[in-house]
């Protein structure tokens, strides 16, 4: 089997489209059950060795992400987003939704919006508005993707946890997934590139101090904030339970982080909020709306960003490979 990708990157987090072999043929056809959620699950439940493949070593690597167009769920939409990742699948990637948008709008996969318009993408977190700006000197590329549509809330506040020889504060908040959101100084580890190591065994720890806390398996990660490094508003960096670091500031992470700023009283509606990954890439982050969730007050951020194609590759997954459908190697 041959798989065609087109690969981007956002602020250094890596994206691999899907644009043919595999299953994109199968979900060519329609939605798996009608919806971009049960589509998810379909890919979930019977075509996992193929995230594998393209997710895992040997073509891709413990920090890769995914996606593959769907036809729209919504007639209002111009198409439906699954995305993956070297964990798992995932309802929405915030690096990801910049990264599909400008590839589909960049190599004509979808038609590009009107001046001032946007593209709507169905994913199972919702639709979500993919606002286009082009390079001035060359209207092809695409500068940058700003996009809106989910919600961000805070959804426990100030919950001490337990953590190794001292208690940490954690803000949970939801944007898509749930984020425990911790102050890195607070947990007594360097925000930086050097504590790597460091910032992954604290990050898991805090996901399992939470959860038991709780009861609950939900949190997609630990986004760990402090002082910016260069002239952004704040640093931040995401690990997952899997041990991996997001390069990028973090597409939900950003929206995460901007809804405990805004309950603080620190995010205004006319203030642009910049944060910066360990790597120095940035996402812009502002308010472009309010809703409600249930009973909780929630923001709707937009979150904008920049996608460079970095190559397109012909994936070769041979049946007689052993392995085929990728490995971990830890």
Do not use: K
């Not at 209002?76 to 699948?89: E, I, P, Q, T, Y």
């Not at 590839?103 to 001046?115: D, F, H, Y």
């Not at 504060?169 to 749930?178: I, N, P, S, W």
């Not at 929630?298 to 490995?327: M, N, Q, S």
């Amino acid at each position: 089997m041959i798989v065609h990708t087109i690969d981007a990157h956002v602020g250094g987090a890596a994206l691999r489209l899907v644009v043919e072999g595999g299953p994109v043929a199968e979900l060519g056809a329609g939605l798996p059950g009608g919806t971009i959620a049960e589509a998810l699950e379909v890919m979930r439940t019977r075509h996992d060795a193929f995230r594998r493949a393209l997710m895992l070593e040997p073509r891709g690597h413990g920090a890769m992400s995914g996606a593959i167009l769907t036809p729209a769920e919504s007639p209002a939409s111009n198409a439906g987003v699954l995305f993956m990742h070297a964990g798992g699948w995932s309802a929405i990637c915030g690096h990801g939704l910049i990264a599909v948008a400008a590839i589909a709008v960049e190599r004509g996969l979808l038609p590009r919006p009107p001046r001032g318009g946007a593209l709507r993408l169905d994913t199972a977190a919702g639709p979500v508005d993919a606002r286009i700006s082009a390079v001035p000197t060359d209207e092809h590329r695409v500068a940058s993707v700003a996009w809106s549509g989910v919600p961000a809330l805070v959804v426990r506040p100030g919950l001490p946890v337990p953590l190794a020889r001292r208690q940490v504060v954690v803000d949970l908040a939801h944007a898509g997934e749930t984020y425990a959101i911790v102050d890195a100084e607070g947990c007594g580890v360097p925000l930086d590139r050097e504590h790597l190591p460091e910032l992954v065994r604290t990050g898991q720890a805090v996901v399992e101090a939470v959860e038991s806390a709780l009861g609950l398996q939900a949190v997609a990660g630990t986004v760990f904030t402090g002082p910016p490094a260069g002239g952004g508003d704040l640093r931040a960096a995401t690990v997952y339970p899997d041990g991996a670091v997001d390069r990028s500031p973090g597409g939900m992470a950003t929206c995460a982080v901007m809804a405990v700023l805004d309950a603080m009283g620190l995010l205004s509606e006319d203030q642009a909020f910049v944060l910066e990954s360990l790597i120095g890439t940035r996402f812009t982050g502002r308010i472009a709306g309010r809703a409600q969730v249930g009973e909780t007050r929630a923001i709707v951020p937009e979150i904008e960003g920049r996608a460079f194609i970095t190559g397109e590759h012909a994936f070769a997954l041979d049946e007689g490979d052993p392995l085929r459908d990728g490995f971990v190697f830890s």
